[in-house]
Structures are given as structure tokens and as C-alpha cells.
């Protein structure tokens, strides 16, 4: 008999470091999901950034069944071909030759974060080991992740960190410029900032870390694992920035809800990793690679891109047809279907209010940051449930500010 749990069982159960929605979610189709009292809702939020083709979409769950029939996991001793079609996918359509899989974001930095000392260590200049980052930005909870992040808050309880760490603001050119030096070996940054409230770099600042990093021999690595997989209307958000990095890293929306990531870089950075400097058991497993082999070829198309930007721009009107109405926005940000709706500042602090309506009503939505509402949908999410999803973020507004 299958055991019956419920939402209390959490703070029972779980360590205490989320605090979840007060329902269970069981199962999902598109873009809508129920929970367990079969209350439907529409769902804008799409696992952070995850599930870019919604709930249960036929090519990842066929991607996934066929496979589970051939070949769940061999270990980094022998390699599969699902991993190596992946590898040809990824490495064709970006500027990468070589891909390292693991499962994770935080892996996917933790990984571009070594080889980029090891790159510095290999330069024979003494001391190319430090590591520029940006106030505010995200890239995972490991030690090492976690300290390149831009708020402290997450990494400060865990001291002593690793070494060699420098934050600057972010789209500041100036500062730049001038930290990043011979001693610099690496330069990580988001072309969007997600966790941080969907804030854009601007082309000028990738455009100076570019020049600098090749001044200096110092890695750039853009993390995409927000940004990437059409996210933006782009396959990665590079595309469109006119700077093309030396290491990317992605997972999120690489596996649409199977777990995997991957870092990306060419010849010259790869080079630098030898046999057993680093490794994951998981990473390139033949189920997760199938799945998100899948994805790609059906998210890599021009259509699906298109769709994304006309999306945007529907999720766009229809926010300030809101706002016109309740007057609470103070701009609407981001690309694609990356969206941050920023509150006006007399609503500071309040998006987790409005998300917590929202649920009421029946929307699942994101916060980025305590001022922002971010919604991060299905890549191919209907007309209709926009639709339906912005009437009910409407009556959440309506609740959040009575006229
Ligand atoms: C989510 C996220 C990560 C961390 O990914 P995990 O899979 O949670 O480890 C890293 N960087 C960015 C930009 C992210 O949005």
C-alpha cells in the first residue's frame, strides 16, 4: 500500500533549509499542474527555469522510457552513446569543441571554477589564480560556488572560504578594467542575472571582460545556466550579446526536469584537464543524456525561438494591461521568457506576498529577490494559459492591493 503523506510531513521530515509552498504537487501536463486535493493551477514558475517544455512533454518522455529500457548507468569507465550525441549537439551548434557532463549547475561552475585555476597554474606566472565575480550574482551552493556568488548572506556561516575571490558590481566597465589583472585567472558572470532579480549585463560590460580577459590570459566563463536552452529566445544568451565566452556553463533547462549539466569549452581551455583531474559518477549517464539529447534537437530550432520572443511580448502586454490597472510595477525586465516584474518601491519586500496570492489563485510564480516576481515558463507554453495564468495574477493583485 502506498503510504499517505501530506505537507505537514515536511517540517517533520526534511531538514529545515526550504520552506515549500503549504501543498504537495502530483502530477502535471503542460503547463498545468494539481496538487493532491486536485486543485489545478497554471504554472509560470516551470521548476526555475527547468522545464522547458512543461509537464510530461511526449520527446523527453519518450527520450526517457526508450532509454530506460537499453541503459540506465555504466560509470565514467566506458562511455555511451547518448552522451556522445549529446557532446556532438552541444559542441555543433556553440562556439564549444569539448563538453564535461555532471548533474548540476553548481557542478557546471565548480567544474569551469578549477579548470580555469588549473589554466592559471599552467601559465608558469606565478600567482594567476584569482577569480573576479559580481555583486549579486548566483552560481550554486557548493563551497566553492557559493563564495564566487555575490551574496554573502549564502556563504558566510560556512567560513573559512576559498581564497582568491574578488566581487565587483556588476555591468560596473570601470572596475573592471581595473581588477581584472595578470594575477587573474578567471572571470565568472551571468549574462542575465537570474537569482539576483533579472538584471541584464550590458554589451559594453561582456564587451570589456572580453577585451580584458584577453589581455590578461584570464578565463571568461559565462554561467547560462539560467540563460540557456532558448530561455532568452536565443539558444544561449551569448548569441545575442555579440561576446562569445572560453568556458559556458548550463543545466537547468538542459534536461527539462531530468538532472543534468554541462560545462562547455574549446580545445585550448580543455587542454588543461588530464586524465582523473576531475569527475563526476553520474555525469554523462546515459539516461540523463538521452533525455536532454531529446530536448535539444526539439528546443534548437528557430520556431521554438520565435515562439519565445512572441511570448514575451504577449506575458509583456498583458503585465501592463495589469499595471494599468493596479499600478504596482515599476518596470518589467528580462528576456524571453526570463520575465522580473519589479515592484515599485512603497511595495519593497512584498513579491513574496504576491506570489503567495498567486498560489490561491491557482498561478505558480517565482520571486527574485525580495522586490521581484519572476516568472520563468514552459518554452512552448499555449496562448491559453497565458491567458488564463496573467487573469489569475490579476485577482492575486487585486487581493495583494483592494481598490
Ligand atoms: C540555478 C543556478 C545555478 C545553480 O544550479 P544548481 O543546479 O541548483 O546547482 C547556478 N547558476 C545560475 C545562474 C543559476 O540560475
Request: glycine share 10%.
Amino acid at each position: 500500500m502506498v503510504q499517505q503523506v501530506t505537507r505537514q510531513d515536511f517540517n517533520e521530515l526534511m531538514v529545515p533549509i526550504y520552506a515549500p509552498a503549504d501543498f504537495v504537487l502530483v502530477r502535471g501536463e503542460g503547463s498545468r499542474i494539481w496538487d493532491q486535493d486536485d486543485k489545478e493551477y497554471v504554472d509560470f514558475a516551470g521548476g526555475i527555469a527547468v522545464n522547458g517544455l512543461g509537464h510530461a512533454h511526449p520527446v523527453a518522455l519518450n527520450a526517457l522510457t526508450e532509454q530506460a529500457q537499453k541503459l540506465w548507468h555504466l560509470g565514467n569507465g566506458y562511455t555511451n552513446e547518448p552522451v556522445l550525441r549529446l557532446a556532438k549537439q552541444l559542441v555543433a551548434h556553440t562556439f564549444a569543441d569539448k563538453v564535461f557532463f555532471c548533474n548540476s549547475g553548481a557542478e557546471a561552475n565548480e567544474a569551469a571554477l578549477k579548470l580555469a585555476r588549473k589554466v592559471g597554474l599552467s601559465s608558469g606566472k606565478g600567482h594567476k589564480s584569482k577569480i573576479i565575480a559580481f555583486k549579486n550574482a548566483f552560481h550554486g551552493r557548493t563551497l566553492f560556488t557559493v563564495t564566487a556568488g555575490g551574496q554573502p548572506k549564502y556563504s558566510q556561516d560556512f567560513a573559512p572560504l576559498p581564497q582568491g575571490i574578488e566581487h565587483l558590481a556588476f555591468n560596473d566597465v570601470e572596475a573592471a578594467r581595473a581588477a581584472i589583472d595578470d594575477e587573474t585567472c578567471a572571470v565568472i558572470v551571468e549574462p542575465i542575472q537570474g537569482e539576483g532579480g533579472v538584471i541584464s549585463a550590458t554589451p559594453e560590460f561582456l564587451q570589456a571582460l572580453r577585451e580584458r580577459c584577453d589581455e590578461t590570459g584570464a578565463v571568461l566563463i559565462f554561467d547560462e545556466v539560467q540563460t540557456g536552452i532558448g530561455r532568452t529566445g536565443a539558444l544561449y544568451a551569448y548569441m545575442n550579446t555579440g561576446v562569445t565566452p572560453d568556458i559556458l556553463t548550463t543545466a537547468k533547462a538542459l534536461g527539462a526536469g531530468f538532472p543534468i549539466g554541462a560545462m562547455l569549452t574549446t580545445n585550448k581551455f580543455a587542454q588543461h584537464f588530464t586524465v582523473g583531474d576531475h569527475g563526476t559518477t553520474y555525469g554523462g549517464n546515459p539516461l540523463a543524456t538521452a533525455v536532454a539529447g531529446a530536448v535539444f534537437e526539439f528546443i534548437n530550432r528557430e520556431e521554438i525561438f520565435a515562439g519565445v520572443k512572441e511570448r514575451h511580448q504577449a506575458f509583456v502586454d498583458g503585465l501592463n494591461q495589469l499595471n494599468a490597472e493596479y499600478h504596482l510595477f515599476e518596470e518589467i525586465r528580462g528576456e524571453g521568457l526570463l520575465l522580473g516584474i519589479v515592484l515599485k518601491p512603497e511595495y519593497a519586500g512584498k513579491a513574496k506576498d504576491i506570489v503567495q496570492f498567486a498560489s490561491e489563485e491557482g498561478l505558480l510564480a517565482l520571486v527574485a529577490g525580495p522586490d521581484v516576481v519572476r516568472f520563468t515558463p514552459s518554452l512552448i507554453i499555449p496562448q491559453q494559459d497565458i491567458s488564463e495564468g496573467l487573469t489569475r495574477f490579476g485577482r492575486a493583485l487585486a487581493r495583494f492591493s483592494p481598490k
